[in-house]
């Protein structure tokens, strides 16, 4: 018999259902040491809390989030709300000594951040928050090939995030599905809610940033809040764009926009070596592309690597070669290792303070395109800890 982990689940929207997906899948595909037991969801709207528990299998619901944190038998508190409440349920739910995953970002800025890892570090709670796209088998297997040293020195890291739902100018700011384009609630527009899964993804490939160049645009002015009724000044980034340095000498380049029609959720990067260059695209997420310089001319070419084989990351706990798995599973694999490094009293990246320093960037990045200038980017320094 698995030892029983109770689960406390704040918001139920679109992270709170993957999070659950994976709470329920995740003792069927890997070998955990503990049972994650659905305990109780927490919501704005106290039928659709209700709605949820019934649907996903959680045992009791509540609109307010306090009651998740005093709850003696919660041991995992699950932060799926909008941006602005992650801080807040954070530092109480540390204080109250439960272990907490958090969706990204950390928080609405690093000022923020720095609270929240002094919170869990002075608590010594697990942490972790769900930068997912780590755990995509293709972009965990680009890791290992940088690891191994197959690219050689890296030169360029470019990375994209485009998405095209806010052109229209009818579309409210504010309110339950539309709290992004609000600033106070979101913190950022692109930077935060899309560029901060780039950065987390490209720092861990290709390490640190240490300055940024940006520029943002807020292309529509003004819109209607959802909750006042009025037509009130856009604060978030529309669209922004940066280039920046890494420690390893390496120069990037990201973009991202709600902006560009025709793509839905289009996130690319693109890694050049001076051996081998790699490639990854969302839409087609189960495959790598690798271009590879010491390869025989007459048959050097991109090539597509289907990662499906049992010996790609995660692969094994899956199907059979040759099938692929999606976009929910990322959040099996972060749950998975949650639980087996909980187990074991080791921490799972990226923890807060990981993403604190993809929060460092952010705020360089917004700080940069106010002030028209290269912006270093803040460092977390061992006296910090
Ligand atoms: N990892 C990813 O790929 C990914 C994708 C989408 C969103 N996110 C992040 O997940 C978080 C949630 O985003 P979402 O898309 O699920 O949002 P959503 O709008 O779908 O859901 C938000 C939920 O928060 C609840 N909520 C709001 N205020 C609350 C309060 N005061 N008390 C209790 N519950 C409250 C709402 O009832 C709702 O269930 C955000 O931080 C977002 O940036 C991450």
Redesign the pocket.
């Known amino acids: 018999m698995k030892k029983k982990l109770n689960v406390g689940l704040?918001?139920?929207?679109?992270?709170?259902?993957?999070h659950s997906n994976a709470y329920r899948k995740v003792t069927h595909f890997f070998d955990v040491p503990y049972e994650p037991v659905l305990q109780v969801v927490?919501?704005?709207?106290e039928d659709?809390?209700k709605a949820?528990a019934e649907r996903w299998g959680y045992q009791s619901h509540t609109?307010?989030?306090r009651k998740v944190i005093e709850n003696k038998n919660i041991d995992v508190v699950d932060?799926?709300?909008?941006?602005d409440?992650?801080a807040e349920?954070a530092i109480a739910a540390a204080q109250a000594g439960k272990a907490i995953c958090?969706?990204?970002?950390l928080a609405l800025n690093a000022a923020q951040g720095e609270q929240m890892v002094k919170a869990v570090e002075k608590a010594g709670v697990a942490n972790v928050v769900?930068?997912?796209?780590r755990r995509v088998p293709a972009v965990t297997l680009a890791k290992k090939l940088i690891d191994e040293g197959r690219l050689g020195r890296i030169f360029h890291y470019r990375a994209n995030f485009l998405q095209d739902w806010t052109i229209s100018p009818k579309v409210p700011q504010g309110g339950?599905?539309t709290?992004?384009l609000d600033i106070k609630a979101?913190g950022s527009g692109v930077t935060?809610?899309l560029l901060?899964?780039c950065i987390d993804t490209a720092m861990w490939h290709n390490g640190p940033i240490t300055a940024v160049c940006a520029m943002t645009e807020t292309f529509i002015k003004q819109r209607t809040h959802a909750e006042t009724g009025k037509v009130e000044p856009v604060g978030i980034d529309d669209a922004c764009t940066f280039f920046c340095r890494f420690e390893n000498g390496s120069l990037g380049n990201f973009e991202s926009t709600r902006y560009a029609r025709g793509h839905k959720a289009l996130y690319t990067f693109e890694i050049n070596g001076e051996h081998a260059s790699i490639a990854w695209d969302l839409h087609d997420l189960h495959r790598l592309s690798y271009f590879d310089h010491r390869d025989e001319s007459i048959v050097r070419g991109w090539r597509s690597i289907h990662v499906t084989d049992s010996d790609m990351p995660y692969m094994d706990k899956w199907w059979v070669p040759g099938l692929q798995i999606g976009?929910a599973e990322?959040?099996v694999h972060q749950v998975a290792e949650f639980l087996q490094n909980l187990a074991k009293g080791e921490p799972t990246p990226p923890t807060f303070r990981d993403a604190l320093a993809t929060q460092y960037v952010c705020d360089a990045v917004l700080n940069s395109a106010k002030n028209n200038k290269w912006e270093k980017v803040r460092r977390q320094r061992t006296e910090d800890r």
């Open positions: 704040i918001g139920y929207g679109f992270m709170g259902r993957t927490c919501g704005l709207v659709e809390a949820f609109t307010d989030w932060i799926c709300v909008p941006n409440l992650h349920i958090c969706e990204k970002p769900s930068f997912n796209y339950m599905a709290w992004r979101a935060g809610d901060a899964h976009y990322t959040f």
